[in-house]
């Protein structure tokens, strides 16, 4: 079956830190991946995406995710979070025409 | 360029009565999608448009929940009757073509008492 899992609910780091957030994926061929941040109240905004190519996607806010084919794995990495950055964070992957979350990370971020 | 509009924010029902929810996607975005997103959980898409026309609505609970676009730009989704367990946010969202970038609209917050 196709899903996407985040095997972390809640995640802690405090500023300044570093942060990696886990995705891993569960499809027959290489899936187009997103990572999606999701503020209270705000709908969901794209950090970055992977269609093909380098497999180090930079995106938005200085977020960066590395897709491992052999680990079907799509990490999403920061090297300093700031307080800002605390939020949801939802991977995704496009299979088709249908865009399928994980359940989502919580981030928050210690002073 | 203004973004995926949606009404209203927040809406409190309780069981058995209907709402409706309504989206106005960015200008010239041919797909329109309405997402559920249950609280703890990612967002579970209901219904895709490709202009006027249906795309998918596999997992649209089509005894309680309809949803249109007529003229290929607004679009309404409702629910009759509602359910304790559609409490929910409902997220639209809207891209220029399908596999183009989805861009979200701020959701409306539904508790059904």
């Known amino acids: 079956a196709q899903s996407v899992t985040q095997p972390d609910i809640h995640i802690t780091v405090s500023e300044g830190a570093s942060l990696e957030l886990r995705c891993n994926y569960s499809y027959g061929a290489t899936p187009y991946l997103f990572w999606y941040v999701q503020s209270p109240g705000q709908g969901l905004q794209l950090l970055l995406k992977y269609f093909s190519g380098d497999t180090l996607v930079q995106g938005i806010k200085g977020f960066e995710a590395e897709f491992k084919r052999s680990q079907s794995s799509f990490n999403l990495r920061k090297p300093s979070v700031h307080w800002s950055d605390a939020a949801e964070y939802f991977c995704?992957?496009?299979?088709?025409?249908?865009?399928?979350f994980g359940g989502g990370t919580r981030l928050m971020v210690k002073p | 360029e203004a973004g995926v509009a949606q009404s209203p924010r927040y809406k409190i029902i309780e069981k058995r009565q209907s709402v409706a929810f309504w989206c106005n996607p960015i200008?010239?975005?041919?797909?329109l999608y309405w997402y559920q997103q249950i609280l703890g959980q990612g967002p579970k898409l209901l219904i895709q448009?490709?202009?006027?026309?249906?795309?998918?609505d596999s997992q649209l609970p089509k005894d309680r929940f309809s949803a249109e676009r007529l003229k290929g730009v607004d679009s309404t989704l409702k629910i009759q009757p509602a359910k304790l367990e559609d409490s929910a946010v409902y997220l639209c969202?809207?891209?220029?073509?399908?596999?183009?970038?989805?861009?979200f609209g701020p959701g409306t917050r539904l508790t059904v008492l």
């Open positions: 995704a992957f496009l299979a088709g025409n249908m865009l399928t």
């Open positions: 200008s010239g975005h041919a797909t």
């Open positions: 448009f490709q202009n006027n026309g249906v795309v998918d």
């Open positions: 969202a809207s891209s220029r073509e399908i596999y183009n970038e989805q861009f």
